[in-house]
C-alpha cells in the first residue's frame, strides 16, 4: 500500500512543472498544455484523498473536472485558431493588444 | 519494496519525466507527445489507487480526445519552433530560488501532516476499488443538478468553438 503522501507530493511537484512550463513557454499552445497539466495534478490529489477516506465525492469531482477540461480545450483551441489567423504567430508576445 | 510501491515510483517518475520533457521540449508536437505520457501514467496511477472509472475516463477523453485536439491543432497551425525568452534578472534572482523554497516546503508540510488519511485509511489494509456501481449511483442521485449543468456547460463549448471557427465574412 502506498501511503497518500506520495500521491500528494507527486501532484504537488507535477502542479509546480506546470506553473513553470505557464510562465516559462512562449507558444499559446503549450501554454494550454501547461493549464492542462496543472488540471491533472489537480486531479491526482483529488483521487488520493478519495482513497485516503474511502469517499466516493472526490471522484465523482474529478469526472467534473475532465469534463470541464475538455470543454475548455474545445473553445480555447477555437480561439487559438483565430488568434493564429490574425495575428499570423502564435507566440504570446505579439498577442498585446490589451497590454499597458 | 512491494509492488505497488514499485509501480508508484516508476509511474510516478514518468510522469515527472513527461512534465520536464514538456517544458524542455521546443517544438509544440513534442510537448503535446510528452503530455500523452504524463496522462497515460496518470492513469496507470489511477488503477493503482482502485479508480477503474476514472482511470478509463482519463485515457479515453484526456489521452484520446483532448490530446488529439491538441495534435490536430499544432498540425493546423503548422506550428515551428518556439523562441526563447531570455530570463529578466527578476526571475533569476528572486522567483526560481522562491519557487523552490515553496515547493521545497509544500513537500514538508504535506510529509508532516499525514497522520489523518493515514489513520482512516486503517494502516496498510488494502481497501476495495471503487465500484463503477456506486460511482454513478452518487452520480444521478447526488450529484443530479451538477450533471445536467455539465451537459448545458458542454452545450454552450459547443456554440462558442462554432462561433470562432465561422468565418467572417
Same mark, same amino acid.
Given at each position: 500500500m502506498v501511503p497518500i503522501s506520495y500521491y500528494l /507530493? &507527486?501532484?504537488?511537484v507535477l502542479f509546480g512543472l506546470g506553473v513553470i512550463a505557464f510562465i516559462f513557454k512562449r507558444n499559446i499552445i503549450t501554454i494550454f498544455m501547461a493549464?492542462? &497539466?496543472m488540471l491533472n495534478a /489537480?486531479? &491526482?490529489a483529488f483521487v488520493a484523498f478519495a482513497r485516503a477516506w474511502n469517499q466516493l465525492d472526490g471522484l465523482v469531482f474529478v469526472f467534473f473536472v475532465i469534463v470541464v477540461a475538455?470543454?475548455?480545450?474545445a473553445v480555447g483551441l477555437a480561439i487559438v485558431i483565430v488568434i493564429s489567423q490574425n495575428r499570423r504567430s502564435l507566440n504570446v508576445e505579439d498577442v498585446n493588444l490589451l497590454k499597458f | 519494496m512491494n509492488l505497488p510501491l514499485i509501480l508508484f515510483f516508476f509511474c510516478g517518475g514518468l510522469a515527472v519525466l513527461g512534465a520536464i520533457l514538456l517544458i524542455v521540449a521546443r517544438e509544440p508536437i513534442h510537448s503535446a507527445l510528452s503530455l500523452i505520457l504524463v496522462m497515460v501514467s496518470l492513469a496507470i496511477l489511477y488503477l493503482l489507487l482502485g479508480a477503474e472509472f476514472i482511470a478509463a475516463v482519463q485515457i479515453i477523453v484526456y489521452a484520446g480526445a483532448v490530446m488529439v485536439l491538441f495534435v490536430f491543432v499544432i498540425m493546423l497551425l503548422n506550428a515551428g519552433v518556439e523562441q526563447r525568452t531570455n530570463w529578466s534578472k527578476m526571475a533569476k534572482y528572486?522567483?526560481?530560488p =522562491?519557487?523552490?523554497f515553496l515547493l521545497l516546503e509544500i513537500t514538508r508540510w504535506i510529509w508532516r501532516s499525514t497522520a489523518g488519511p493515514q489513520a482512516a485509511n486503517g494502516a496498510g489494509a488494502v481497501p476495495a476499488a471503487f465500484s463503477t456501481?456506486? =460511482?454513478a449511483m452518487a452520480l444521478f442521485r447526488q450529484y443530479?443538478?451538477?450533471f445536467e449543468a455539465t451537459s448545458i456547460l458542454i452545450l454552450i463549448a459547443i456554440l462558442g468553438a462554432l462561433v470562432l471557427a465561422k468565418r467572417s465574412e
Open positions: /507530493v &507527486l501532484s504537488g493549464i492542462e &497539466l /489537480v486531479n &491526482l475538455a470543454a475548455e480545450a | 528572486a522567483g526560481m =522562491l519557487g523552490i456501481h456506486d =460511482l443530479l443538478f451538477p
